[in-house]
């Protein structure tokens, strides 16, 4: 497994925006995908988005936040975000970065999780 180290949450008023950050510090990091997940009180962890780590970077987005949610990479940094425009009080939740190795079907390492919270 991989640690991830997550930032970026907080409490923002509905139709802001807001920008979580995820970094693979210290070694070499190379996933097949890196996502985020989100899980809120008393509902299932939902996937939010997902990245292709190599090549052109192929993304993946929850109906729920397509058009308002952009996931990216800086391959360099060993890092991913998930810029959040438009934010309602249903994306409140614990958002969770994840990776996947290569070879596996599943996320493998993730995030420690950090609290998003949107206010009407």
């Known amino acids: 497994q991989v640690q991830l180290v997550e930032s970026g949450g907080g409490l923002v008023q509905a139709g802001a925006s807001l920008r979580l950050s995820c970094a693979a510090p210290?070694?070499?990091?190379?996933?097949?995908?890196v996502g985020w997940f989100r899980q809120a009180p008393g509902k299932e962890r939902e996937s939010v988005a997902s990245?292709?780590?190599?090549?052109?970077?192929?993304?993946y987005y929850a109906d729920s936040v397509q058009g308002r949610f952009t996931i990216s990479r800086d391959n360099a940094k060993n890092t991913w975000y998930l810029q959040m425009n438009r934010m309602t009080p249903e994306d409140t939740a614990v958002y969770y970065c994840?990776?996947?190795?290569?070879?596996?079907?599943?996320?493998?390492?993730w995030g420690q999780g950090t609290q998003v919270t949107v206010s009407t």
């Open positions: 994840a990776s996947r190795p290569v070879a596996y079907r599943g996320y493998t390492s």
């Open positions: 210290g070694r070499t990091f190379s996933p097949i995908a």
């Open positions: 990245i292709t780590w190599g090549g052109a970077g192929i993304t």
